[in-house]
C-alpha cells in the first residue's frame, strides 16, 4: 500500500474484528472442519506483502490461504500433513497462473522440512519467503489426521507448546529479516477450565525468538450459529457448566528481527 492511496484501502487495523460471515466467493467452501475465514489472510496479505512475495503457510488445510494468494497475485508454499485435503486442494488450482508448491510434510520434523522447503524455494527461484502464516490446530479439539505426528493429536498444553516452537525453530530462518508472521488460534475448554492456548503460544514466542509483537487482533465471526446459541441449547449449557461461549480468536502478529 502507498502512503497515497492509504485513505481510500479498507485494511483493517482495528484489534477487534467483528465480521458477519465467511467470504464464500470463488473456490472458498467451508469442506473442511476447523478452516479459517478467508478474511484473515485477505486483510494480512494485503497488509503485509506485494504482489509476487512469497507466502508459506504451514497448515494448509482447504488452501484458504492459497486461494487469498491466487486472487492478489502472491507466489505461495504450503505444507500440510493430510494427504486428502492436498489432493483437493490441487485439484482445485488445475489451470491457475498462480505460482505455488504443495508439499506433504510434518514441519516439526527438521530433516523433512528443510528437504521439502528448499525444493520449494528452488521451484520459486528464491532464497526465503516474505510472510508466515498458521491457523493451528486447538490441541486435540478436532483431530485432523490418525497419523501420531498430528499435533491435532496432543493432549497436554506442555507438550503442544513445546511441539510449536520446534516448529518455529524450523519455519523462521527461511522468513526474510524485518517481516512478518501472523498466528491464528483460539483457546481450549478443558476440564471445566479455559486454558488460554494463545497466550502460551505468544509467551512461547517471546521466550525464544527474536520477534516484536505487532498486534493482538481478536476476531469474532457472527454467522456461527452455534456459538450464537439461537437454539438456546448452548445458552443453557454455558449456564448450567460455568463457562462462556467461544466466538473469539486470535490473530497474533509479530515482526521478525534480524
Known amino acids: 500500500m502507498s502512503q497515497e492511496n492509504w485513505k481510500e484501502t479498507d485494511i483493517n487495523v482495528d484489534s477487534l474484528w467483528i465480521i458477519s460471515e465467511r467470504d464464500k466467493t470463488g473456490k472458498h467452501s467451508n469442506i473442511y472442519h476447523g478452516n479459517f475465514i478467508p478474511q484473515i489472510p485477505n486483510q494480512l496479505l494485503r497488509r503485509y506483502t506485494k504482489e ?13 490461504t492459497l486461494f487469498e494468494c491466487e486472487k492478489l497475485n502472491r507466489r505461495f508454499i504450503g505444507f500440510d ?10 485439484s482445485q488450482m488445475v489451470g491457475s497462473s498462480v505460482l505455488y508448491r504443495i508439499s506433504e ?11 521439502a522447503m528448499n525444493d520449494s524455494l528452488s521451484f520459486m527461484e528464491t532464497g526465503n519467503v516474505q510472510f508466515v ?12 489426521t490418525d ?12 507438550t503442544f507448546v513445546k511441539k510449536f516452537v520446534d516448529i518455529m525453530n524450523n519455519v523462521l530462518p527461511y522468513l526474510e529479516n524485518g517481516r512478518h508472521f501472523g498466528i491464528i ?33 481478536i476476531k469474532n465471526i457472527e454467522g456461527n450459529r ?5 437454539a438456546n441449547i448452548w445458552k443453557y449449557r454455558a449456564l448450567k457448566n460455568d463457562y462462556f461461549l467461544f466466538k473469539h480468536e486470535y490473530i497474533l502478529i509479530f515482526k521478525k528481527e534480524g
Do not use: Q, W
Open 52 to 64: 509476487r512475495d512469497v507466502v508459506l503457510d504451514i497448515f494448509t488445510g482447504s488452501g484458504t
Open 81 to 90: 500433513i493430510n494427504t486428502t485435503i492436498i489432493d483437493f486442494v490441487k
Open 185 to 217: 488460534l483460539g483457546d481450549v475448554y478443558k476440564k471445566s477450565e479455559v486454558i488460554p492456548l494463545a497466550f502460551y503460544v505468544l509467551d512461547s514466542i517471546k521466550r525464544h525468538f527474536r520477534a516484536k509483537l505487532k498486534g493482538i487482533v
Open 133 to 144: 502464516i498458521a491457523h493451528l490446530p486447538y490441541m486435540d479439539i478436532v483431530k485432523f
Open 105 to 115: 510434510c510434518d514441519v516439526a520434523d527438521k530433516k523433512l522440512f528443510d528437504s
Open 226 to 230: 452455534g456459538k450464537l446459541g439461537t
Open 147 to 158: 497419523k501420531p505426528e498430528d499435533l491435532s493429536h496432543i493432549t497436554d498444553l506442555a
